[in-house]
T-cell receptor, first 114, second 112 residues
Framework: EPEVTQTPSHQVTQMGQEVILRCVPISNHLYFYWYRQILGQKVEFLVSFYNNEISEKSEIFDDQFSVERPDGSNFTLKIRSTKLEDSAMYFCARTRAGGNYEQYFGPGTRLTVT | GENVEQHPSTLSVQEGDSAVIKCTYS??????FPWYKQELGKGPQLIID?????GEKKDQRIAVTLNKTAKHFSLHITETQPEDSAVYFCAAKKNYGQNFVFGPGTRLSVLP
């Protein structure tokens, strides 16, 4: 199963700055997700995106987060005003069309907020 | 909401031995249980999964068993190899929605 591409692989930003993380999924994928993993901890769900709309979001996904698919291809996660505690690995995942539950993860973006 | 626990947190085995990792979940409405392997610096890789209408599934050296009554499921790796060394995460999905709740992970070390 081919992976999605995530860019950048590593992003360093200062507290209070905006960051945009990008995911380039395969065209026949239906659901897209963002998860985060704070260093040494478990993977946590942020948001799922279906048919160009948010279908679910967690308590972590507050007003400083947003997602969109601006050009019908790239799937982005924006953090408006980063905080130190936003430092984590951010993974994009996707599910193929066809009703399966399997989620396939990208390689991740390491976000470091200083 | 759903809560997934996982044991042990670390596991060391000799090459060739078997490894078993156990997870429990709290929401009886969960109906899909994947296992992921995460190597250092990489994203989680789906290695096997099971749905709630099945009790066991096997794929070569890897198997997963599910006990719906007890709400626990286990990953079994036989004939372990050094390349099996990684962090393994279990997860659960409710029968509505698409998001997964992950366990805290098990660091497996296979000693040559």
């Amino acid at each position: 199963e081919p992976e999605v591409t995530q860019t950048p692989s590593h992003q360093v930003t200062q507290m209070g700055q905006e960051v945009i993380l990008r995911c380039v999924p395969i065209s026949n994928h239906l659901y897209f997700y963002w998860y985060r993993q704070i260093l040494g901890q478990k993977v946590e769900f942020l948001v799922s995106f279906y048919n160009n709309e948010i279908s679910e979001k967690s308590e972590i996904f507050d007003d400083q987060f947003s997602v969109e698919r601006p050009d019908g291809s790239n799937f982005t996660l924006k953090i408006r005003s980063t905080k130190l505690e936003d430092s984590a690995m951010y993974f994009c995942a996707r599910t193929r069309a066809g009703g399966n539950y399997e989620q396939y993860f990208g390689p991740g973006t390491r976000l470091t907020v200083t | 909401g759903e809560n997934v626990e996982q044991h042990p947190s670390t596991l060391s085995v000799q090459e060739g031995d078997s490894a078993v990792i156990k997870c429990t979940y709290s929401d009886s409405a969960s109906n899909y249980f994947p296992w992921y392997k995460q190597e250092l610096g990489k994203g989680p890789q789906l290695i096997i999964d099971i749905r709630s209408n099945v009790g066991e599934k096997k794929d070569q050296r890897i198997a997963v068993t599910l006990n719906k009554t007890a709400k626990h499921f286990s990953l079994h790796i036989t004939e372990t190899q050094p390349e099996d060394s990684a962090v393994y995460f279990c997860a659960a999905k409710k029968n509505y929605g698409q998001n997964f709740v992950f366990g805290p992970g098990t660091r497996l070390s296979v000693l040559p």
